[in-house]
T-cell receptor
């Protein structure tokens, strides 16, 4: 079956760095997405990776290893507003998105 | 710029009642989607549309119907609500479709539906 695994919850300190991991098992692979979702709000797009390597966007970076079926989202210089759930989604050979349950990130002062 | 607008924000139904959720987008997107989000689970696609007048089934279509009579609107209907349909429903739209690149989904603010 197809599956996306990511930790349920993580805690980090304001100003620090945190890495949220995601492993995927999909029938074929056509890209991996990360979305941010604040409590009670809509998910918003963060990043898209289809090739191996690191994509950097300001404080946020996303990494992909297709051979390992693995991705991570790296958040630097954490701010309180980064407290949110981070959703990982893989796209299979039929271009269907398979979503993980999300990682709730708690930032402490 | 409104983006994707969903109404209503909250709704409570009794088992067997019917309802329609409205989604409107002002970005001229071709592709629109309805998802449900349940605790401990990833987003699951209910139905989607690749353009005005078209609809297609997603992963969990049973018990739901949709219509896309106008490009900017995508309606989700429940004909006979069941407690298993208690969930948060999100509408989304995208400019590009699957296979056309990294289609970025724009989500509405969600509807919390409780079926008693």
């Amino acid at each position: 079956g197809q599956n996306i695994d990511q930790p349920t919850e993580m805690t980090a300190t304001e100003g620090a760095i945190v890495q949220i991991n995601c492993t995927y098992q999909t029938s074929g692979f056509n890209g991996l997405f990360w979305y941010q979702q604040h409590a009670g709000e809509a998910p918003t797009f963060l990043s898209y990776n289809v090739l191996d390597g690191l994509e950097e966007k300001g404080r946020f970076s996303s990494f992909l290893s297709r051979s390992k079926g693995y991705s991570y989202l790296l958040l630097k210089e954490l701010q309180m507003k980064d407290s949110a759930s981070y959703l990982c989604a893989g796209r299979d050979s039929n271009y269907q998105l398979i979503w993980g349950a999300g990682t709730k990130l708690i930032i402490k002062p | 710029n409104a983006g994707v607008t969903q109404t209503p924000k909250f709704r409570v139904l009794k088992t067997g009642q019917s309802m329609t959720l409205l989604c409107a987008q002002d970005m001229n997107h071709e592709y629109m989607y309805w998802y449900r989000q349940d605790p401990g689970m990833g987003l699951r696609l209910i139905h989607y549309s690749v353009g005005e007048g078209t609809t297609a089934k997603g992963e969990v279509p049973d018990g739901y119907n949709v219509s896309r009579l106008k490009k900017q609107n995508f309606l989700l209907g429940l004909e006979s609500a069941a407690p298993s349909q208690t969930s948060v429903y999100f509408c989304a739209s995208s400019y590009e479709g699957p296979g056309q690149g990294g289609e970025k989904l724009f989500f509405g603010s969600g509807t919390q539906l409780s079926v008693l």
